[in-house]
């Protein structure tokens, strides 16, 4: 079995791609971009790389904090009260939230959340097409006619394959890989990258400035807490487990007097039940691969208050 010409096309697909995505990674014209303090919340938190349901309750608070709504402990209110013009994406929460309290006065705040399938379908694009129109992102094509050809271009490699190889394991490899690489080509459409301002804008979140005001999702609904660097201890042991959910994440720089500067990263986790969300130090690395909602268990040194390795990680929703 002669695996060469396979691999030949196979090997120019890649290579179109890579080609196909390389020049997408020239600086593009964008509109007019905002200046980075008027970004709205939400549109900050989905450049960060929060999930749909974090987008939507991020929308839900920035209401909120401009009278659109009203919240209460764990009960929301819609108000007539509101100032300031409504993007696209608030008319969209607004509406369903509405919707979703059927005319009653008031609703829990974890039950005014739309389906996973109506927030990606619907919600996300709205907030993305706002991120594009303030200059904070980009398509990464023009048009579908790029990833269209690149899933057509697959059928070359994926024949030469099945010609070759006929029903083998080269041939069930190349229909699986065909398939899952046509696949996200055309569900991920014309792409969405970030500008420079982009990236600038979704940088590292700010610590908190009024950390009682911290609204945290504990599985039984939302409520404030207070977020706060985790409390020395220079006698406890040097090892200890705690578990809980990442509540929020943050870094600060710390610039000297000869021009260098420092970052240390922290990462809040709740247990679910205590007043308090305790902020260790950790590494970067692990700062970048967690998100709000990840349940994790960590082992963390109590006397410098910092992770010294995670046992657990955990994506739930």
Same mark, same amino acid.
Not at 29 to 35: D, E, G, K, Y
Not at 181 to 186: D, K, M, R
Not at 222 to 243: C, F, I, Q, T, Y
Not at 253 to 276: F, M, P, Q, W
């Given at each position: 079995m002669d695996l060469v010409w396979p691999a030949l096309a196979w090997a120019l697909w890649v290579a179109a791609l890579a080609?196909? $995505?390389?020049?997408?990674?020239?600086?593009?014209?964008?509109?007019?971009?905002?200046?980075?303090?008027? !970004?709205?919340?939400?549109?900050?938190?989905?450049? =960060? *790389?929060?999930?749909?349901?974090?987008? $939507?309750?991020?929308?839900?608070?920035?209401?909120?904090?401009?009278?659109?709504?009203?919240i209460r402990d764990d009960r929301l209110m819609l108000s007539p009260n509101g100032e300031g013009q409504l993007w696209p994406y608030e008319r969209w929460v607004l509406d369903r939230v509405a919707a979703r309290m059927a005319g009653a006065p008031q609703a829990p705040v974890v039950a005014v959340m739309p389906d996973s399938g109506d927030l990606d379908a619907e919600f996300v694009p709205l907030v993305r097409q706002s991120a594009i129109d303030l200059g904070l992102a980009r398509r990464r094509w023009q048009s579908m006619l790029v990833p269209l050809l690149l899933a057509a271009g697959l059928a070359v490699p994926w024949y030469v394959t099945i010609s070759q190889a006929g029903v083998s394991w080269p041939g069930w490899i190349a229909t699986a890989g065909a398939f899952v690489? #046509? !696949? !996200?080509?055309?569900l991920g459409g014309r792409g969405f990258l970030l500008t420079p301002l982009g990236r600038q804008v979704a940088g590292p979140e700010p610590a908190p400035v009024?950390? @009682?005001?911290?609204?945290?999702?504990? #599985?039984?609904?939302?409520? *404030?807490?207070?977020?706060?660097?985790?409390?020395?201890?220079?006698?406890?042991?040097? =090892?200890?487990?705690?578990? *809980?959910?990442?509540?929020?994440?943050?870094?600060?720089?710390?610039?000297?007097?000869?021009?260098?500067?420092? @970052?240390?990263?922290?990462?809040?986790?709740?247990? #679910?039940?205590?007043?308090?969300?305790?902020?260790?130090?950790?590494?970067?690395?692990?700062?970048?691969?967690?998100?709000?909602?990840?349940?994790?268990?960590?082992?963390?040194?109590? =006397?410098? *208050?910092?992770?010294?390795?995670?046992?657990?990680?955990? @994506?739930?929703?």
């Open positions: 080609a196909a $995505f390389g020049l997408t990674t020239r600086r593009a014209a964008s509109p007019q971009a905002a200046p980075a303090p008027l !970004a709205p919340p939400s549109v900050v938190e989905l450049l =960060r *790389g929060l999930r749909a349901g974090e987008v $939507f309750h991020a929308t839900v608070f920035d209401l909120a904090r401009r009278g659109f709504l009203t690489a #046509g !696949a !996200a080509l055309l009024d950390p @009682r005001q911290e609204w945290i999702f504990t #599985g039984d609904g939302w409520r *404030g807490v207070l977020v706060e660097p985790a409390p020395r201890d220079g006698d406890a042991p040097k =090892r200890r487990e705690v578990e *809980g959910r990442v509540v929020k994440r943050w870094i600060v720089t710390e610039h000297r007097d000869d021009l260098s500067s420092s @970052r240390t990263c922290y990462v809040a986790v709740h247990d #679910g039940t205590s007043e308090r969300a305790p902020a260790y130090r950790a590494k970067e690395r692990f700062y970048q691969d967690v998100l709000p909602g990840d349940f994790v268990r960590l082992l963390v040194n109590p =006397r410098r *208050g910092s992770v010294v390795s995670v046992l657990a990680h955990e @994506r739930r929703w």
